[in-house]
């Protein structure tokens, strides 16, 4: 049976999603040709060889609309015969391209693909691609007839029912920060960077942040109405414990083991096994509890198997509430910080965690890893890279 292995990845830096951002100034389908020209340049792979590019993009609205993954490729000098697809699956786009192009590749559909994805918050704001219609419809009404809630009304009630308090949360951010600075003090997010437009770091980084800076914040969702509707939120999810809004892009290069030999092609890790779950879309952000169940159920492997975790930071609470379900071991999580110090540019965040991942695989000298992606809609992706 053909196997799906990384030969390389690679991702900008994060800027913020603001007029002052770094990348502010970037049009999103650059910032994705920027990634997809990095990855030729540092593999050396003859364009033409490339089967697809699959990549992923949330607010797929204005700059990033139609099919910006195409753009972006034959942007970044790619030949006009090579294909490209774009994928929404929320905040896991860019987890799930990449889950596509290796499925591709074991099938024998592919034999080289790259997976990417791509966000400009700053220049597409997140939710305006619903341009004041309902996405929902009748249907959705009718079976969730109380109605469903924001993501950061989610993140309240998880807070809520796993008993996470506010104290816990900004401890957790944090660390984050602190992570994230340590790690680019040692050095260790070198070879994952592309540097782009004079950014050279993760601009949501705040070295100097603490649990008494972050204690001084209000809630960032409080609301009269959800309070009568759900009167069990302490409402302590604030700007400073949740992920930030970003610009950015990342991507990853898949194929075989076999064609990667044939290409001369050192692989780095192995895409071991996938899963992808949904859950009750009211709490939203659970599904990656289940989701780490079943990849280690098809991997036939048991956490304690697992060396390294990436958990996408979309809220402290989420991650939180998960350790708690799993078990797992927070000093073997987001070691080099998450997405609430480093960014959560969300069409990109998918194959930048992957990215992060790979490379502190072979930092650590870890054997397996582990990723994991909180969606809205309440659904999840987990994949499990095995370090070659």
Same mark, same amino acid.
């Given at each position: ?66 099919? !910006? ?12 015969? #090579? ?7 929320? $905040? ?12 591709? #590749? ?9 997976? $990417? ?93 603490? #649990? ?76 990656? !509890? ?15 198997? *697992? ?27 987001? *070691? ?5 110090? !480093? ?30 992606? $909180? ?8 994949? !499990?890279?095995?370090?070659?």
């Amino acid at each position: 049976m053909r196997d799906a292995v990384i030969v390389d990845a690679v991702r900008t830096p994060i800027g913020k999603g603001k007029p002052n951002g770094g990348l502010h100034g970037t049009h999103p389908v650059e910032l994705l040709a920027h990634t997809l020209r990095a990855l030729i340049e540092r593999t050396g792979v003859d364009p033409t060889t490339i089967d697809d590019v699959i990549g992923g993009a949330v607010t797929q609205v204005g700059e990033q609309s139609m099919n !910006i993954t195409r753009w972006a490729a034959l942007s970044a000098g790619l030949p006009e015969s #090579v294909p490209a697809t774009t994928v929404d699956r929320q $905040c896991g786009s860019s987890q799930q391209a990449a889950h596509f192009a290796a499925q591709g #590749v074991i099938a024998g559909a592919y034999d080289l693909v790259i997976a $990417c994805g791509v966000e400009s918050m700053g220049r597409v704001p997140m939710g305006s691609n619903v341009a004041g219609a309902d996405p929902f419809g009748p249907g959705l009404a009718r079976r969730y007839s109380e109605g469903l809630v924001p993501q950061g009304i989610s993140a309240e009630l998880i807070a809520a029912k796993w008993g996470i308090g506010r104290t816990a949360m900004d401890e957790f951010s944090a660390l984050s920060h602190q992570k994230a600075a340590a790690a680019y003090t040692d050095g260790r997010f070198t070879d994952e960077l592309a540097p782009l437009d004079g950014l050279t770091t993760d601009e949501s980084v705040r070295p100097n942040t603490t #649990v008494n800076v972050l204690s001084g914040l209000k809630p960032a969702f409080e609301n009269p109405f959800m309070a009568e509707r759900f009167p069990q939120i302490n409402w302590s999810v604030t700007a400073g414990n949740s992920s930030p809004v970003n610009d950015g892009a990342s991507a990853v290069m898949i194929t075989s083991s076999e064609t990667a030999a044939r290409l001369g092609l050192k692989p780095r890790a192995r895409l071991h096994s996938f899963a992808v779950t949904g859950a009750d879309p009211l709490l939203m952000l659970t599904a990656i !509890i289940p989701a780490t169940e079943k990849v280690l159920r098809r991997a036939g492997l048991t956490l304690a198997d *697992v060396d390294l975790f990436e958990v996408n930071e979309a809220f402290a609470s989420v991650v939180l509430a998960w350790q708690q379900e799993t078990g797992a071991n927070l000093a073997k999580v987001n *070691v080099k910080g998450g997405a609430i110090a !480093i960014g959560h540019p969300l069409g990109a965040s998918g194959t930048r965690l992957m990215t992060t991942l790979v490379n502190t695989m072979e930092q650590q000298d870890a054997h397996y890893g582990l990723q994991t992606m $909180c969606e809205a809609g309440g659904q999840a992706n987990a994949t !499990i890279l095995e370090l070659l």
